[in-house]
């Protein structure tokens, strides 16, 4: 298999999650800034889309959805439990989880990073998306992961995006339960393998 991630950005997701899972892939560099690969091609050649994640199969076929793709590679390795059984009641909980953090945390920050963005648009952003956070804050002080006791892909999800807050003015300091969780998952071995990975730590 193959990954297409752009560094820091929602790619380092199913980076994270390729990591835990074990299985043999290859990560390649897709700037989102520059769409040039190192070797010099063009990425919308790969991904018409031109975003990341794309996800690259040994038969050439393609996934480009990061909550579709970290589920794909769950369902690979069912033994390492990053997702529950498909059919499961609380699989669908994980994708309650995914589509959340998908449309209203990670669509979120959207405007933040728009060039041009007006400060009155990114006000009313950060008002919505610190509501949000507030919520998943209160959800975190129940268990320590969004599904429980057990780390899933949602939570490299939930890693990833919030990650992103202090480069775009959002404070996290009034969220305890939030930064407890970032503590939590940043120090398991595929994720600080993932991030150095991609030169986020060294």
Request: aromatic letters at 10%; glycine letters at 8%.
């Amino acid at each position: 298999m193959k990954l297409y991630y752009s560094a820091g950005a929602c790619s380092l997701s199913p980076h994270i999650v390729l990591k835990e899972s074990g299985l043999a892939f290859e990560a390649i560099a897709a700037p989102t800034k520059t769409h040039r690969l190192a070797d010099g091609t063009d990425y919308y050649t790969i991904n018409p889309l031109g975003y990341v994640p794309l996800l690259v199969l040994d038969d050439g076929t393609q996934l480009r959805e990061g909550p579709t793709i970290v589920q794909y590679i769950a369902d690979q390795v069912p033994a390492k439990k990053l997702a529950p059984a498909n059919g499961t009641f609380e699989r669908y909980k994980l994708q309650e989880w995914l589509t959340f953090i998908g449309t209203e945390l990670h669509k979120g920050f959207s405007p933040l990073f728009t060039p041009g963005m007006p400060e009155e648009a990114k006000i009313i952003a950060k008002t919505r998306l610190n509501s949000r956070l507030q919520w998943v804050d209160g959800e975190l002080a129940k268990t320590p992961y969004l599904m429980g006791d057990t780390f899933t892909v949602a939570d490299a999800y939930l890693f990833t995006v919030t990650g992103w807050a202090p480069h775009v003015g959002i404070d996290l300091s009034s969220l305890p339960h939030i930064l407890e969780f970032r503590s939590r998952v940043g120090v398991r071995p595929a994720v600080i393998d993932a991030m150095k990975s991609e030169g986020l730590i060294k």
